[in-house]
């Protein structure tokens, strides 16, 4: 296996380019007071807008933020933003990245930030095949090409050393963000988020969908983190922007058309059809049995642990694996427990 092991510079083109697969926001910054007397929070989009930011544009139609003293602007982004950079250099204090594994290999690279809550507590990365030729289950990727996003073919390989496979029993190549590979033959699936609804809609109904969580691969994603200098100093804020969010995920849930139409008003380039069928899929992947027992956006230690184990074991880290206090904190979550169960 070549090395691939995490650098600085290595680790900033990974997490730009997961942010440009997924369509997610990359950046929050908590800035100074408005005029208001409210505390300002720029939320910094690493890519363009998407369903990922259900909660958060709730959240700020409902006055959500403000009642916690803060008000929150939402700025897009696009290839040439480097959100984790602004994090790292000290020009914005709170981030949203794709994927957990980006917070681990940051750590790993010696950037000093840590994960404070989850979105997203099953990640929608999924290998999408045609019924002519279906994945179902990792072992019929043998023999076949499988096309992903150079930023995730860490995941691929990691889904194969999970399910006992060889790298070499498998092609794998290349691509964008279409589904053209897929729909010409020259692989047998390729790769996106199920959330993404408008994106998959070209392989039609009878699409088969190979999620990576059910390969065994089962990663955080729309994970929230912060410096560690951020969550010892303005913990406050934190903890305030956390519960309107989840406020906002929760009026998403008891009222999914409103919350699309105010996601297109803020985003009128978004397709309003595409999102009412997409805002199920959303939720099933924000709410579950974890957030039922603990709140929107818990994550626990063993999960963590168990994928700095995998990544580890894929050589991934640059010496020793960063341990999983340096990449997390439940600080925040246990600050706004009672409220997060409240909406969840």
Known sequence: MPNTRVTKRRFLQYAGGMAAAAGLPAVIGVGPASAAGLKTVEMQLGWLASNGLLGEVVAQAKGFYEEEGLELDITPGGPNVDGVGSVAAGRAEVGQISSSPSVMLARAAGIPVKA????????????????????????????????????????????L???????????????????????TGQAAAVTGWLTNTAAVDVLGEDRVDLMLWD???????????????????????????????????????????????????????????????????????????????????????EKWEAQLAAYADLGQFDGDAPSVDEVMTLEILEMTADARREVS
Not at 246 to 259: Q, S
């Open 215 to 301: 390969a065994g691969i089962q990663l955080y994603a729309t994970v929230y983190y912060a410096t560690d200098k951020t969550i010892e100093n303005d913990a406050e804020a934190l903890a305030g922007f956390t519960r309107a969010t989840a406020r906002g995920w929760h009026y998403v849930r008891e009222n999914r058309e409103e919350a699309v139409d105010l996601l297109i008003a803020a985003y009128p380039n978004m397709s309003r059809e595409a999102e009412l069928r997409a805002v199920d899929q959303v939720l099933d992947f924000v709410f579950t049995d974890a957030t039922a027992e603990s709140g929107w956006g818990t994550m626990n230690r």
């Open 116 to 159: 404070f809550a989850a979105g997203y507590q099953k990640h929608p990365f999924t290998y999408f095949s045609l019924p002519d030729n279906p994945i179902r289950e990792p072992k019929d990727m043998v023999g076949q090409t499988i096309a992903t996003q150079p930023t995730a073919h860490i995941l691929l390989k990691a889904l």
């Open 161 to 183: 050393a999970a399910n006992g496979i060889s790298e070499d029993d498998v092609e794998i190549v290349n691509m964008g963000s279409d589904m053209n590979q897929l729909m």
